[in-house]
């Protein structure tokens, strides 16, 4: 059974940074994509960003360049740096595979915080 396990959440103040990690069990190879998503209070859950196995990084309009999802192939551990961070970045982030075309595969969540 696949299983991401997530770290690098935490409180930050507005402009700061954070790089949230993703270590998947297996191989990343076995995914079509990887990616992340977040769910800020009282909102659904929104894409983020993806990276699929054979292509180019995606990104959600609205993030304006902030983010960059990347890849260690090594470590088998996707990553999520988000620079210049705002409250309204306030969220669980998931993390995020999907095998194929059947089958998706989250992570448990890690809180990320920002405020003064």
């Known amino acids: 059974q696949v299983q991401l396990v997530e770290s690098g959440g935490g409180l930050v103040q507005p402009g700061g940074s954070l790089r949230l990690s993703c270590a998947a069990s297996?191989?990343?190879?076995?995914?079509?994509?990887m990616g992340w998503y977040r769910q800020a209070p009282g909102k659904q859950r929104e894409w983020v960003a993806s990276?699929?196995?054979?292509?180019?990084?995606n990104y959600a309009d609205s993030l304006q360049g902030r983010f960059t999802i990347s890849r260690d192939w090594a470590k088998n551990t996707v990553y999520l740096q988000m620079n210049n961070l705002k409250p309204e970045d306030t969220a669980v982030y998931y993390c995020h595979a999907q095998r194929g075309s059947r089958t998706d595969y989250w992570g448990q969540g890690t809180q990320v915080t920002v405020s003064s």
């Open positions: 990276f699929p196995r054979g292509g180019s990084a």
């Open positions: 297996g191989s990343m190879f076995s995914m079509n994509v």
